[in-house]
């Protein structure tokens, strides 16, 4: 059975107890994941237009788990549940949140209710969510949990053994732990099982990690993500700019953020705007609005295409085969350079390639675009003798060449050129990428074509 398929039985299992007046719940939530629990609820209200439904499930669950499915839905989903319950139970369930997950639900209410929860919190708590919240979006305090073990310098290991069971259950890992001075400031790290293994008597200080590799509550959330991953790394911490632990971001966070920037990048590779929400959510209104800006910029950037074909009108007249391969060619350089563009973004997105790396790049895809266009020529030249004689499949070959070897050597450089005026490489899309080879292609060919033909 498929994951949809069991998801949908869980639905209907839910929806049959919940008309038996709740007769089976407590049977059927508890054999729930949250994650599922959260998906189905997210079902019913989309669907089925049944909030009701879903706010009586919701109340119907332990609190934990209240917040765990809570933190599973997604934002708009989030912000339906959470206005039609009262201030008390959200603030409940905020408590019981992830420090993060507290704070991206809390940014999404109006500025009334935030005061409102606020007001009802202990200080405490109060504080940490009002600095969590500043952090700029998309950095990584934006991202970061401020639920993390830490361990003041100078403890033994038994000491650090006792902070470790005190502090571990609103921790969001335990298995990495951080020793911090008098002032706050990370002095190092070590793993749980560092600690598990060591002497009792022994110092923390001298079982840490003093070289910690962290970064700054301002960095961008992209570089976060890549040290996590470069360095296989279950969290990293995160300190401001006085060197005082303010957070960790954890792999899994790293990770969204990594499937959100690679949505993104796919999203701008196509020219479409980025979406608030997943393609099957968001409105009609906003999907055409996020598409139609560039598509209507680029039927104008094709008029060029047309003129190039206007201004060559007598050398079509004289020789009407070369339409015939008008698309093959000015295709073939389009697809050269969707590719080189895509390689280049990719390269750039993952780190493997920077702007000191542009010199070297050139010189490979020089030699890898000019065998690719060689290859192309060889094998539509057959098809040009046959359709017009030798010339034209001299004509077909060398423009084959030219077009594929620009085609890839603009979308190569592309990426490099917009990174370098401050905009994102992924604009270099394979609709732009095209359009302009469409364009260049048509005045490569006819101008071989009226330069070789002349003379026939």
Known sequence: MSL??????????????LAQQRENLDEVLPELRAVDLSEIFQELIEEDDDLPSVL??????????????????LGDFQLQVVQAIPDGSLLSVLEEMGSDERVDLFNLLDEDRKEGLLRRMARQEREDLKRMASYEEGTA?????????AIPSGMTVSQAMMRVRQTAPDAETVYQLYVIDSQGKLAGTLSLRQLMVARPGAKV???MINDVISVIVDEVQEHVARLVARYDMLAVPVIDHDARLVGIVTHDDAMDVVEEEATEDFHKGMSIGQLEDGVSRVPLWSLYRKRVTWLVLLVFANLFSGAGIAYFEDTIAAQVVLVFFLPLLIGSGGNAGAQAATLMVRGM????????DWGKLLGRELMVAGALGLTMALAVAPIGVMRGGEAVAMVVATSMVTIVLFGSLLGMCLPFILNRVGWDPATASAPLVTTLIDASGVLIYFSIATAVLAGF
């Not at 949809?4 to 107890?17: C, G, I, P, W």
């Not at 009586?56 to 839905?73: D, S």
């Not at 993952?350 to 000191?356: E, I």
């Open 56 to 73: 009586e499930l919701f109340e119907c669950l332990p609190l934990e788990r209240r917040a765990n499915v809570l933190g599973y839905l």
């Open 349 to 356: 997105a993952t780190g493997d390639v920077g702007v000191k």
């Open 141 to 149: 305090g934006a991202i970061m949990t401020s639920d993390y073990v």
């Open 4 to 17: 949809n398929e069991q998801l949908q039985e869980q639905k209907e299992t839910l929806l049959s107890a």
């Open 205 to 207: 200080d001298d079982i």
